[in-house]
C-alpha cells in the first residue's frame, strides 16, 4: 500500500465516522426519511471532497478534528446532489454505487426530501463549525459561504441545470466547460478552499489553494467522463456509456478521446504546480493529482 | 390602515428590495434556472418570517439592515419548500398564490433544481450575515445553525416526510402536533430566535422568544388548517378543501373545526404571554399573534 493509499484509507475511516455521528439515527422519527438519508450517505465512496478538506487544512497548519464538521458537510451536499441527479425527472438513473437508487428504493417524494434534509445537515454543520475550539468563528462563517455560492445556482446546481438543458444538442467545448466547472469543478475547489480557510490560510495561500482545487476538479469531471466511454462497468458501479446514449455535454464528445486524456494529464500538472513553493505540507494534494488522474473508478 | 398594517407594509417592501438585491439576476446563466428561482420567490406573499425576524431583531435592540440576510435567508427557505411540496411525487398542487406552480412553468427537473439553490442561497445569505458591520460572527453563524435544524430532518423536512406517510390514515392528534411542529412550527420559531440571536439577546431572552415564536408558529399551521376547511378561494389563491379530499393531518381533522379553533385563540393567548414583562419593543410581535389569528388568506 503506498503512502497515500494508507492517508485516503485512514481519513475515510475516520469520515465514516464523523458521518455516522452526525448523521440522524435510522429509528428517529421520522424513521423513513432518515433511513432514506443514511442510505444514501453510508452507502460508501471514496470521500474525496472531505479528504480533501482534510488534507488542505493540513497543508495549511490547521487538524483533521477542526474541519471534520464542514468536512462531512461536503460529503452530505455531494450525496444529496446524487439522490436529486437521479431522479426520474432529471437523469434518471435505477443505478447508483452498485446499488437501487434512493428513489428506487424510498419512492421520489421521500428522495426529494432526503435530499433537501441533507443539504440543511450540511449547513447546520457548517454553521457549527464555528464552535469548534481553534476555529475562528469569522473564517467558519467566510468558508460555509463559500461552499454554499459553490453549491447553488452559480456552482453545482447552476451545472446540473446548464447540463439538463444541454441534453441531446450539439455541444461546442465552451458548453462542456461551462457545465463542468459548475458541476463537479466548484464543490471540488470550495472542499479545498474550506479546509484552508477554517485554518486560517493567508489570501495568498487561498488563492494556490483555489487553483489547485479548480485544476483537481475538472480534472475529476474530465476523467468521470473518460471513464464513462472505456470505463469497467462492474468496478464503477454505474452505467458505462450513457452519457454519449443520453448525448451528455462531455469533453470526449466536444474535443475527442485523445484529446480529453490529453487534457487530463495537463489539468494534473497544473494542479500540483498551484501548490509550488507554498509553506506547508502539500505533499499529499500533489499525489491527490495523480490519483485522480489514474483512477480507474 | 392600524399601526401594524403599515409596519407589515414598511417591512414588507424592504424585504421584498432585499430579495430583489440577493437574487440572481434573471438573464445570468443558466437563466432558466434563475428565472425559475425568480418566479416562486418574487410571486408575492406575506413574508411573514422575515418580518418576523426582523420584529424580533428590533424588540432585542436590534436593527433591521444587521438581520436582513437572515431574513431573505428565511423567506428563500421557505419558498423552496413550497416549490418542492407542489411537485408531482409531493402534493401535487398546480396553482400557488393563483398562478401556476414552479413546475408546470418550468418542468420538474427545473422546479427541483430552483428549491435546491434557494436554499444554497439561503444559507450563503446566513453565513454571509456574520460579515455585516456590528454583528458578532459568532452569534450569527449560530443563528445559520438554529435555522438549518429548523429546516432539516427534525423540523420542516421531517415534518413534511411524516405529512406525506400520514395521507389517507387516521390520524390523532399527536400525529397532527408531530407534523406541524415540524412543517411550519419549527421554521417560525427559527425566524424568531434567528432575529434575537443575531441582535445579542441573553439565553432568558432567547427562551422567551423561543416561546412565543413556537405558539405562534403553531397558531400559524392550525389557522391554515381551519382556512383550508372553510376559506375563500379567490383570497387564498390556491384549492380549499384539498386538505379533507386528499386524508391530510390537519387539526379540524384531529379534533373537529369547534375545538380547533379555541385553540387558535389558546395559542394567539400564550405567544402574548411569553413577551411578557421583557425589556425591549415587543408590541409589534404581541399585535402579530392577532393578525395571524385573525388572518383571512
Known amino acids: 500500500m503506498s503512502r497515500l493509499d494508507a492517508y485516503l484509507e485512514e481519513k475515510r475511516l475516520a469520515v465514516e465516522k464523523a458521518l455516522l455521528r452526525f448523521l440522524p439515527g435510522e429509528s428517529e422519527p421520522p424513521a423513513r426519511l432518515n433511513?432514506?438519508?443514511?442510505y444514501s450517505v453510508l452507502a460508501g465512496g471514496k470521500r474525496i471532497r472531505p479528504i480533501l478538506a482534510i488534507a488542505a487544512a493540513e497543508a495549511c497548519g490547521g487538524t483533521e478534528d477542526r474541519v471534520m464538521h464542514a468536512a462531512s458537510a461536503l460529503e452530505m451536499i455531494h450525496t444529496?446532489?446524487?439522490i436529486h441527479d437521479d431522479l426520474p425527472c432529471m437523469d434518471?438513473?435505477?443505478?447508483?454505487?452498485?446499488?437501487?437508487t434512493n428513489h428506487k428504493v424510498f419512492g421520489e417524494a421521500m428522495a426529494v426530501l432526503a435530499g433537501d434534509a441533507l443539504q440543511a445537515l450540511a449547513f447546520r454543520l457548517l454553521a457549527e463549525n464555528a464552535k469548534v475550539p481553534g476555529v475562528n468563528p469569522a473564517a467558519a462563517a467566510e468558508a460555509a459561504a463559500v461552499v454554499a455560492e459553490a453549491a447553488g445556482s452559480r456552482g453545482m446546481v447552476g451545472g446540473q441545470a446548464a447540463d439538463i438543458m444541454a441534453e441531446g444538442r450539439r455541444v461546442e467545448e465552451a458548453d462542456v466547460v461551462f457545465i463542468h466547472q459548475r458541476k463537479t469543478e466548484a464543490l471540488i475547489r470550495a472542499s479545498v478552499l474550506a479546509g484552508a480557510i477554517i485554518s486560517g490560510a493567508d489570501s495568498h495561500v487561498r488563492q494556490r489553494m483555489s487553483d489547485y482545487g479548480g485544476n483537481l476538479g475538472l480534472l475529476f469531471q474530465v476523467v468521470d467522463d473518460i471513464l464513462n466511454v472505456e470505463g469497467d462497468v462492474l468496478?464503477?458501479?454505474k452505467s458505462v456509456g450513457s452519457d454519449e446514449a443520453r448525448?451528455?455535454?462531455t469533453y470526449p464528445a466536444a474535443v475527442g478521446l485523445d484529446e480529453a486524456k490529453r487534457r487530463a494529464g495537463q489539468l494534473a500538472s497544473r494542479a500540483r504546480d498551484s501548490l509550488a513553493g507554498l509553506p506547508g505540507k502539500t505533499d499529499v494534494l500533489a499525489d491527490l493529482a495523480d490519483f485522480v488522474l489514474k483512477r480507474e473508478s
Chains 1, 2 share one sequence.
Open 35 to 38: 433511513q432514506a438519508i443514511r
Open 80 to 82: 444529496y446532489s446524487l
Open 92 to 100: 434518471d438513473d435505477d443505478l447508483r454505487r452498485g446499488r437501487p
Open 235 to 237: 468496478r464503477m458501479g
Open 247 to 249: 448525448g451528455k455535454a
